[in-house]
């Protein structure tokens, strides 16, 4: 493994080195890289973090017997791989490669932490896979694709340890620049001055007061931020598939509450947007979101050996019962009702929606920036929520 990833890195860096970096519509195959980095840098100080605060033993008693301990450890070195594999590869190309940010995790004990890596993974899965189509030099596409895999193990690895289906369906949901950037930035407390600013921006937070699987058919209540109600108008529910929005059902309880009912076509971790309108699902109509939802029957913890011995009061058999999906929820309720752009410059903002179209689409309109106090100050709420 090592050496492969030695010699991808030599690879990529030769091409790099031949071949300016390509730009598509104003987007970089570089900006593509950087915000993959963003995206891995908060994946490998994740699992540092956790790896310190919670022992071999604390994983144990928790239920998740070996060799997950051994396994967990692997993937946060692969974490820590891909970040320098994607530095390096900016560098090598004359870019400035991103540094790590400051983060605040909602976890406080193993599951909770084991629950919010679960959907980090499946969320860095969607992220990867949005942005293919945004790649424009093959070589960088291999790399980036050989990372998609490694994520979508480490997704399905955890997702049978927590008793849900390794691979829900049979198509994996992509998830656009904006979209994942609103989700990843609720973690986020604040980014070195240094770092090149990404043509992203966060939506208004959609969020699942109960993060419970649901099933085919049933409602889930959702609230937006952003002052989204069913007063707006024309509001509808989409979840994000690769085939195009799947549109749900979708009625007012008030306060900016909506219940949605999961529609047939949506299975495992999946997104579900409020948009304006029922024709486009893309970023121009997003009003909040994406949402989690978990959709599927619990498996319990099949297929993993002992990994977990389930019926103890720390057992993993169901999500049900995991604060952190609840703490992504609590996360993201006092985030920005406007929309934030990530730190900076002179990029437009960039609506690649995977989900509707493969060409990067520009509206050139940069979101309502947040100040870096009002953002810290949002981020340490949520944490403060939280905790309460
Ligand atoms: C690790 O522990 C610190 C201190 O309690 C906490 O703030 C942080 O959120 C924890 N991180 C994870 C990933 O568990
Ligand atoms: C959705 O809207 C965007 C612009 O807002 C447009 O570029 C795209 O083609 C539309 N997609 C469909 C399927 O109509």
Not at 54 to 75: I, R
Not at 151 to 170: D, I, K, T
Request: charged share 15%; hydrophobic share 45%.
């Amino acid at each position: 493994m090592k050496f492969s990833s030695v010699a991808l890195a030599g690879a990529t860096m030769g091409l790099a080195h031949a071949t300016p970096l390509t730009e598509r519509a104003g987007v970089t195959d570089a900006d593509v890289l950087n915000y993959a980095l963003t995206l891995e840098h908060l994946e490998a100080a994740f699992y540092q973090e956790g790896l310190k605060n919670y022992t071999h033993a604390d994983f144990q008693k928790a239920g998740m017997q070996d060799p997950f301990y051994m396994n967990l450890k692997e993937t946060a070195s692969d974490e820590q791989q891909h970040v320098k594999f994607l530095t390096k590869a900016l560098k090598a190309a004359g870019a400035k490669p991103v540094e790590a940010c400051t983060y605040a995790f909602p976890a406080t004990d193993v599951s909770s932490f084991l629950a919010l890596g679960n959907v980090l993974e499946g969320v860095g899965v969607s992220a990867y896979l949005g942005a293919a189509a945004s790649i424009m030099d093959k070589t960088y596409l291999t790399a980036a694709g050989s990372i998609l895999t490694t994520e979508a193990r480490h997704s399905a690895y955890l997702r049978a340890a927590l008793g849900e289906a390794p691979a829900a369906q049979a198509f994996d949901n992509p998830l656009d620049f904006d979209e994942v950037y609103t989700l990843a930035s609720m973690f986020i407390v604040s980014c070195p001055e240094s770092n090149g600013k990404l043509p992203v921006k966060a939506f208004p937070a959609l969020t699942m007061p109960s993060m419970a699987p649901a099933k085919t058919g049933s409602k889930v209540e959702l609230m937006a931020a952003g002052g989204v109600s069913m007063d707006t108008k024309d509001v509808y529910a989409a979840f994000i598939t690769v085939t195009g929005p799947v549109w749900a059902p979708l009625a007012s309880t008030g306060n900016g509450k909506f219940e949605v009912t999961i529609p047939e076509g949506v299975a495992g971790q999946s997104y579900v947007v409020l948009t304006k309108g029922n024709k486009n699902a893309s970023d121009d109509n997003i009003l909040a979101g994406p949402a989690i939802v978990e959709v599927g029957e619990p498996n319990g913890p099949m297929g993993m050996g002992s990994q977990c011995s389930g019926g103890s009061s720390g057992s993993m058999t169901s999500m049900t019962s995991m604060p952190s999906m609840s703490a992504w929820s609590s996360m993201a309720m006092p985030m920005p009702t406007a929309s934030k752009t990530m730190s900076s410059g002179s990029m437009p903002s960039m609506s690649a929606s995977a989900s509707a179209s493969s060409t990067p689409v520009f509206n050139g309109a940069s979101g309502k920036s947040m100040s870096g106090f009002a953002s810290v100050f949002a981020a340490l709420a949520a944490v403060a929520a939280f905790l309460q």
